[in-house]
């Protein structure tokens, strides 16, 4: 089966004044179907300009970067903006909830983008939100919510869709080490029972061992080789 | 993303910065209530003075004169007043001539112009004066839309009789009221045949000055059915008629007729068409002046809608990391933007409404006190109130859409970056 995420010599190179930074030069990687996948690497090795680019997020300078067979090189800004609502579900370190909306209306936010009708967002909303553990929390606002609630919220925004891809960044960065087992068990669950593929990006060498399926590390924007990490 | 949804988003961001957007509302709407307020003023007026000058009677008609009768200053080298065209046999003014007249397409009525010098007896008085014959069509028109005492004729038929207040004045010099209701005595001059005529009303003035079209006032008016019975002896044509059309933009064509008949015509349709040129210049500079405080107002919905976007940079990059379309974040922010005009526009009719009444009020209260007639000096019709609106709507549309497509264009990792 052809891998869901297929990377050929993807770079993104970035002019700082007269400057270039090479923050990709040249990673090839592949991600296949049900896989959990690690982005080990150290900070400004690339591995969060990589997880940007597969989330439509950026565009790459150059190379082929193909998401379930579609080559994102080609598409336009709205086919992107559609590839983030549907295709793929971002969740960041630093959660990234409006802070004036709801955690239901937060949950709620994609599927508005996507023109489900307001009796069914809500409705999926409260659903996943106590999927997450978080029933009777759904009128709370993100500032009333602990970190661990709030990245709960963020992976039920991330669900909302229904994506098949979960693209993760230090996705317990801003957690403690009790919440962070706790979110990374969610991603776990929701990698075996419901078949999501998941790419984590992390810089914890442990972490990616003890919950990925597998580890490519980055350093510098390339893929560091097998046998070195 | 739905129209609805937009318009939920646009109002929640709306109400999370009240004050600011209260005070773009207002600004809108001081814009909105000088504009609207200000063509107001210039329809008023309009409807003030050429409302007046339509009712005088003196657009819709036409003076129509034989040309062997032509006055002096008609005379000779003034072809554009209405000599008719060369090669026209002279026609006459006569019965025949009044009919064809009223045969015309688009007229109203004709009736010749009577003038005769009278003797007035009126208990040891006698003066002489000139008597003019009123059609019952004139009441409620020119002169005769305000009485200084009493009214108009109630029938052609009675022999009753109008004066001005300055011949009133003559012989009731304490009193001219107490005149009403008595009896005089009118002479036709150089003749004997005597008839008793009741005052039923004084006059105090004429808004123009005497001959123009269609003006029937005098010192004396009868009846024009009693002028004619007065003044018939003998009479083959008339020296002048007075050809009433339906309404004033039928003036120039009617006249244009009746000088390819051969007559002389004129009519003050011209000085109509200048006026009206010339409320429309005022009406501009009304407009002119009005905008500028919406011009103003529009620089504050831009200046509104930038600095929310930049506090909401980082909302921006959330809902396109979710899947928010550029156009999607484009229409957030117009229609943040035309809820602001739509508001705004609403709250500034209203404002220059109550401002419009408030202006009025003075003005016609000064007015009263100088015994002047009142009226309204702004009229805000139904049409200014939804073309105020729909102009607010489509200004704040203008006006937003340069920051919202600035937040449509942002970069979702910068924006996600920003705090």
Redesign the interface.
């Given at each position: 089966m052809a891998p869901i995420v297929e990377t050929h010599d993807l770079k993104r190179h970035y002019r700082m004044g007269e400057s270039t930074v090479r923050a990709l030069d040249g990673v090839s990687i592949a991600v296949e179907q049900g896989e959990f996948l690690g982005l080990l690497g150290p900070s400004g090795s690339g591995k969060s300009t990589l997880l940007n680019l597969i989330a439509g997020l950026d565009r790459a300078t150059e190379g082929a970067l193909r998401v379930f067979g579609d080559d994102l090189a080609q598409m336009s800004s709205d086919a992107l903006s559609i590839h983030r609502r549907r295709t793929v579900g971002i969740i960041f370190q630093s959660f990234n909830l409006v802070s004036t909306m709801s955690a239901a209306e937060n949950v709620a936010l994609p599927m508005l983008f996507a023109g489900v009708p307001r009796p069914e967002r809500d409705r999926r909303a409260h659903d996943l939100l106590e999927a997450m553990g978080l029933g009777g929390r759904e009128r709370h606002r993100p500032p009333e919510l602990s970190g661990g609630e709030q990245q709960r919220v963020a992976i039920a925004r991330a669900l909302a869709n229904n994506p098949h891809l979960l693209l993760a960044d230090e996705p317990t960065g801003n957690l403690d080490s009790r919440t962070s087992a706790e979110i990374l068990s969610l991603l776990t669950d929701l990698n075996r029972r419901e078949a999501k593929t998941i790419v984590m990006v992390t810089h914890d060498v442990g972490l990616a061992h003890r919950y990925a399926h597998r580890a490519v590390t980055l350093l510098d924007g390339a893929v560091v080789p097998e046998s070195a990490s | 993303?739905?129209l609805g949804?937009a318009v939920d988003?646009a109002l929640?961001n709306l109400n999370?910065a009240k004050l600011r957007t209260a005070l773009t509302v207002l600004g809108v709407s001081i814009g909105i209530a000088s504009l609207a307020g200000m063509v107001s003023l210039g329809l008023g007026l309009q409807d003030q003075f050429v409302g007046r000058f339509m009712k005088s009677g003196m657009f819709d008609a036409i003076t129509v004169m034989s040309p062997q009768d032509r006055p002096g200053i008609m005379a000779g080298g003034m072809r554009g007043l209405g000599a008719g065209p060369r090669g026209v046999a002279r026609s006459r003014l006569d019965d025949d001539a009044l009919r064809k007249f009223g045969a015309l397409r688009r007229v109203k009525e004709v009736y010749p112009n009577l003038r005769v010098p009278v003797e007035l007896k009126y208990q040891q008085v006698t003066q002489s004066y000139v008597a003019t014959g009123v059609p019952m069509s004139a009441r409620s028109e020119g002169a005769f839309q305000t009485f200084a005492y009493g009214g108009f004729f109630d029938n052609e038929s009675d022999n009753t009789c109008l004066l001005s207040l300055d011949v009133a004045k003559e012989l009731e010099e304490r009193n001219p009221m107490t005149l009403i209701g008595k009896q005089m005595t009118l002479t036709r001059m150089a003749s004997s045949d005597e008839a008793r005529y009741t005052v039923v009303g004084i006059i105090e003035r004429e808004p123009g000055p005497p001959g123009l079209p269609g003006a029937t006032y005098s010192a004396v008016m009868i009846p024009l059915a009693k002028m004619r019975e007065m003044s018939a002896e003998g009479r083959r044509s008339y020296g002048q008629a007075t050809v009433k059309v339906d309404a004033p933009q039928f003036t120039q064509d009617v006249e244009n007729q009746i000088k390819d008949m051969g007559f002389m015509a004129f009519s003050l349709n011209d000085a109509l068409t200048g006026a009206k040129r010339a409320f429309m210049i005022l009406d501009i500079v009304l407009t002119l002046i009005g905008s500028i405080a919406l011009a103003v107002s529009s620089l504050g919905i831009v200046n509104t809608m930038v600095m929310s976007i930049l506090e909401r940079t980082?909302?921006i990059?959330?809902?396109?990391?979710?899947?928010?379309?550029?156009?999607?974040i484009r229409r957030i922010f117009l229609v943040e933007a035309s809820v602001i005009g739509g508001i705004g526009g609403i709250a500034g009719v209203v404002l220059g409404w109550a401002i419009g009444r408030a202006i009025n009020f003075g003005a016609n209260v000064y007015v009263r006190s100088q015994g002047g007639p009142t009226g309204n000096l702004f009229s805000l019709p139904l049409w200014l109130v939804a073309v105020a609106i729909a102009f607010a709507f489509i200004v704040s549309l203008i006006a937003g859409s340069y920051p919202a497509s600035r937040a449509a264009r942002l970069d979702?990792?910068q924006a996600?970056r920003h705090d």
């Open positions: - | 993303m739905t949804d988003l929640r999370q980082r909302e990059g959330i809902m396109k990391a979710v899947g928010g379309s550029d156009g999607d979702p990792i996600l």
